[in-house]
């Protein structure tokens, strides 16, 4: 009855609460995002597909399945979860069983020989009960640091998308700004022809031949440069999807057919809820706030139950005519005087959670501004595409009127090869901003955490 009597006092006592209260965030975020109102549907978590480009959302799925980083960080999970179920485990008695058996001979000079033989089972169970809450509150520090673990490969893969996406549209833009080249070499070579047409018939001078030539090495060395660039973009894209750059390759989709989602302004702050690093940071609270409920219930006495039986026999082999043994503790222990090594470890605690408020606002405020930059980088890139496709309209223009002039003789060389490096210049620049244009949006999609339904399926 006294067993009894003390485990209902234990558990009577260990509905009240001695902890401190959990460290929250007072940080208000705005409503919305900077700019205009739009509708914003395309904010999915296969944001990739709204680009239409096939051959793109194979390599993501490629990467998904191969890229070494993300197979690193989905056993970091697995490492997690197995972490979990440890803690989990301390709920639960610990239950323990051995046996054994023996027998020996002595023997001793002018005596009998004496046998001793023995033979014992016995069962322990003990099991500590979590009267300050320490058991919990560390099951629930496993399970934010799961959750937290989750958040980290949720951020690589995000982060994996986005590269992949980009370094694609890198090598599209470098194949195209290749085709270009090319294509500008051959004008080159062409006006090269009527250079020389008209230097035969004496109508220019040597030094024009010449200056339109060095124009037609130039490019020449820019298609080289660029045939470079490209396999140096391939090679890279091969890596993250997990391919060896030797044999890689791949069916490009066209680079001028890519749609280009329109994502403006006006969306819900909730949506940067999404992030991982908001996430892994609002985990990383939740795990300090445990770690303070677990350094403070060690202030406290602990409690555990244990009990024990047993059966033995002096026969070998055998619980023949056994002995029994059964036993019942209710154990407690406290520490009387540590010079106050114990408060200062929730102290520390408490200063560390204090800290990880401060590191969840800051992920805010970060998000808030990325979020707003990237949005005004979209805006800011879409305007200067649409100056680039006019400049390179009227170079074109220019050029065809200055190859016309030139070939009558109303229009010296200088005005020619001016127009001229005009036009390559500026269809080249046209591939370039269209690639920035890509990159921005794919900037954006990250910043905003990938979209409305994020990826990860944590510890709830």
Same mark, same amino acid.
Do not use: E, M, V
């Given at each position: 009855m006294r067993y009894i009597y003390m485990i209902t006092v234990v558990i009577f006592f260990g509905g009240c609460s001695i902890h401190p209260d959990a460290l929250q965030s007072s940080f208000k975020p705005p409503k919305e995002f900077s700019l205009a109102t739009s509708n914003n549907s395309n904010i999915t978590k296969v944001w990739w597909q709204n680009f239409n480009a096939p051959t793109l959302n194979l390599l993501i799925e490629q990467a998904l399945k191969n890229n070494p980083d993300i197979l690193i960080a989905y056993e970091n999970i697995e #490492?997690?979860? =197995? &972490? =979990?179920?440890?803690?989990?485990? &301390?709920y639960w008695p610990q239950i323990s069983a051995s046996a054994g058996t023996?027998?020996? #001979?002595?023997q001793v000079p002018s005596a009998d020989t004496r046998n001793s033989e023995s033979t014992s089972a016995s069962l322990r169970i003990s099991y500590e009960i979590d009267l300050w809450g320490k058991i919990a509150a560390n099951n629930e520090q496993a399970k934010a640091r799961f959750n937290a673990t989750i958040y980290d490969t949720d951020a690589a893969v995000l982060s994996l998308y986005a590269s992949v996406a980009q370094s694609y549209f890198s090598l599209l833009s470098i194949n195209e700004r290749l085709k270009i080249a090319k294509d500008n070499l051959n004008i080159s070579s062409q006006l090269m022809q009527i250079v020389e047409a008209k230097y035969k018939s004496g109508s220019v001078s040597l030094l024009d031949v010449s200056r339109q030539k060095s124009s037609l090495l130039s490019q020449h060395s820019n298609v080289d440069s660029l045939t470079l660039q490209a396999a140096q973009?391939?090679?890279a894209l091969a890596v993250l999807t997990g391919s060896a750059p030797q044999g890689f390759d791949t069916v490009l989709d066209s680079f001028w057919d890519l749609s280009i989602p329109t994502v403006e302004a006006g969306l819900p702050s909730e949506l940067l809820l999404n992030r991982p690093d908001i996430a892994r940071a609002r985990a990383n609270l939740d795990a300090s706030n445990a770690a303070v409920k677990s350094a403070n219930a060690d202030?406290?006495?602990s409690f555990s139950l244990s009990g024990s039986g047993g059966l033995s026999s002096d026969t070998l082999l055998s619980l023949k005519d056994p002995t029994s043994v059964l036993s019942l503790a209710l154990n407690a222990a406290y520490t009387i005087f540590d010079a106050g090594r114990l408060k200062d470890l929730t102290d520390a605690e408490i200063s560390k959670a204090k800290a990880a408020v401060q590191s969840y606002n800051k992920s805010i405020l970060t998000a808030l501004q990325e979020s707003d930059d990237a949005l005004l980088n979209v805006a800011h890139q879409t305007s200067q595409e649409s100056l680039q496709k006019q400049i390179a309209e009227e170079s074109l223009?220019? =050029?065809?009127?200055? &190859?016309?002039?030139?070939?009558?003789? &109303?229009a010296d060389l200088t005005t020619l090869l001016d127009a001229q490096n005009k036009y390559f210049s500026s269809r080249d620049s046209l591939a370039a901003q269209r690639l920035n244009h890509l990159n921005a949006v794919v900037t954006l999609y990250k910043v905003l955490g990938g979209g409305w339904d994020g990826y990860s399926n944590a510890a709830k």
């Open positions: #490492q997690a979860r =197995l &972490s =979990l179920g440890i803690s989990k485990s &301390s023996s027998g020996s #001979q002595t973009a391939k090679n202030r406290f006495p223009r220019s =050029l065809d009127i200055a &190859s016309i002039q030139y070939k009558h003789g &109303s």
